[in-house]
């Protein structure tokens, strides 16, 4: 009556499930993993810069089975997508999800085409899960083109409010220098911009990237290297987020 | 239950069953059937994602070795390491009472979690730690 790992009894042949039994089973596991029903995502590239960076922590966890919840370390500035090397450690996480940006197309109209504009959608998080930290993640490739020795300043805002004309809101959330030479991953925390999105959903308006140079002149964010676009695919802007389970997760009565 | 009946059946009655009969039954069952029921262990169950279709929505694992538990939870159960002490006087008190105690149960005593990465509807990526998905040891309860 004891059993462990080296003690597994094969007591049956593999077959292939009848449909009738593939569809309880997978109604069976649906309902383990908490979901109503079996998603069905539009787009399901595994080569975005999102999917990557949560393979790659997944990669980080899978190795280390052992520990119950995963721990993540927060890089600020890297090359690679999960660096465990490095700066804040974030922990008590048991999802972390990534949120792809909905500005399909940049827009290049004269009063836009300094800043750029990133939108998240948050309502697929379930209502049992608290925001531990939240990320912003955007990419500076190297740019040597005439800015060997300029620096730049990029801030990233949260909207407040937005109006009909150009006129915006804004809440400065953080400010960077970057150097032409530098490239990898830029983080910057949305920890609490995030849980006022979950909050108050009509909120999120999105948040707004502006590029300046050293003499406070509004530039183009692509000059100093920041990926803004679709292309490339590994590179492209996300959000993610690391949530921790509220209570006990109750799966739904059948 | 003990109450303090013994020797203080009525003449005539139908004698109490003792655990000493309850064992020598059990031992005869055993030696007239010539087999025994399977001991409670653990069994293999893969539960494949790429079989169930899903390949289009978890990106990771293809599946994960879930086990189960099956097996008889029969007398004696002190014998092994993982029963409890309670589904061993469990065992006992079924062959008193057979029809109103039931043989202790074959079930998971310890389990681990898995983490499942998989797209939701809006193509965002979820990554999620499910505790209890794996069977690492069965035992009698």
Request: glycine share 4%; hydrophobic share 35%; proline share 6%.
């Amino acid at each position: 009556n004891f059993s462990t790992d080296n003690e597994v009894r094969s007591s049956f042949i593999q077959r292939r499930l009848r449909s009738q039994e593939r569809r309880e089973m997978q109604r069976e596991i649906l309902s383990i993993l908490g979901l109503p029903q079996r998603p069905r995502p539009q787009v399901h590239t595994k080569h975005t810069a999102a999917p990557m960076f949560m393979m790659d922590l997944y990669n980080t966890i899978s190795e280390h089975p052992e520990i119950p919840r995963f721990s993540y370390y927060r890089p600020v500035y890297h090359s690679s997508l999960v660096t465990p090397q490095d700066n804040r450690f974030l922990d008590d996480a048991d999802t972390v999800m990534s949120f792809a940006n909905l500005i399909e197309h940049e827009q290049d109209l004269p009063h836009r085409q300094h800043r750029r504009e990133f939108r998240f959608d948050l309502s697929g998080i379930p209502d049992e899960e608290v925001i531990t930290g939240a990320e912003f993640r955007i990419y500076k490739q190297f740019t040597r083109e005439h800015f060997d020795n300029q620096t730049f300043r990029v801030s990233l805002y949260q909207v407040l409010q937005e109006s009909t004309n150009s006129d915006l809101e804004l809440l400065l959330l953080e400010q960077r220098e970057l150097w032409p030479a530098e490239e990898g991953w830029l983080a910057f925390d949305l920890t609490a911009t995030s849980n006022l999105w979950l909050d108050n959903p009509e909120d999120n308006l999105g948040l707004h990237l502006v590029l300046e140079d050293s003499r406070g002149q509004r530039r183009k964010p692509q000059l100093a290297g920041l990926v803004t676009s679709k292309r490339p695919q590994e590179k492209q802007p996300f959000m993610v987020a690391f949530f921790r389970a509220n209570g006990v997760r109750f799966r739904s009565v059948r | 239950s003990a109450h303090g009946h013994k020797g203080r059946h009525s003449k005539g009655a139908k004698p109490q069953r003792t655990v000493q009969d309850a064992m020598r039954a059990v031992e005869a069952a055993k030696e007239n059937l010539g087999v025994s029921k399977e001991g409670c262990k653990k069994h293999e169950l893969y539960v494949s994602f790429r079989d169930l279709g899903w390949q289009d929505w978890i990106i990771a694992p293809e599946g994960y070795a879930a086990y189960y538990c099956d097996g008889e939870c029969a007398f004696p159960l002190n014998s092994y390491m993982n029963a409890t002490n309670h589904a061993i006087v469990q065992t006992l008190v079924h062959f008193i009472n057979p029809e109103t105690v039931p043989k202790p149960c074959c079930a998971p005593t310890q389990l681990h979690g898995i983490s499942v990465l998989y797209f939701d509807d809006s193509s965002n990526v979820i990554l999620k730690k499910y505790r209890n998905m794996v069977v690492r040891a069965c035992g009698c309860h």
